[in-house]
């Protein structure tokens, strides 16, 4: 399910584009929005006594977007390990499909208590294929 980002004043550096840090709060917008479509919201992954936390960002920025531009995002999961998740991530400017920013985020899930790595759930593995 793509996530849309309308660009407003706020999301703009001096030079009048995106600035650069934003991507990471659409990225991530965009991943909670896919986890909620999965069933898992909400705090401690959907009641699944689970938590995800980002271990790496890699965004490499294609063009620029500024004011008014709406951005669409995509995820799409790269693969699965024993206690983390790669997720491509793709964002483009929805007036003429160019991709503005594009790469991959890795997240780890963790115990909510003591924030140590652990396995990915059975029942997220199942819902994601």
């Known amino acids: 399910m793509p996530t849309t980002q309308k660009i407003r004043y706020s999301d703009c550096d001096p030079q009048g584009i995106v600035f650069n840090a934003n991507f990471a709060r659409y990225w991530d917008d965009a991943v909670t929005d896919w986890f909620e479509e999965l069933g898992f919201g909400g705090t401690e992954l959907g009641g699944i006594d689970v938590d995800v936390v980002t271990a790496r960002l ?11 531009d709406t951005l669409v995002t ?15 991530v793709t964002t483009s400017r929805q007036s003429d499909s160019q991709i503005v920013a594009a790469g ?7 115990d909510p208590a003591e924030f140590r790595p652990i396995p990915v759930p059975e029942s997220f593995r199942e819902a994601v294929r």
């Open 58 to 68: 890699e965004i490499d920025f294609k063009a620029a977007a500024k004011l008014g």
């Open 104 to 110: 991959k985020a890795v997240y780890v899930f963790v």
């Open 74 to 88: 995509e995820t799409a999961v790269e693969r699965i390990g024993d206690t983390s998740m790669t997720v491509l």
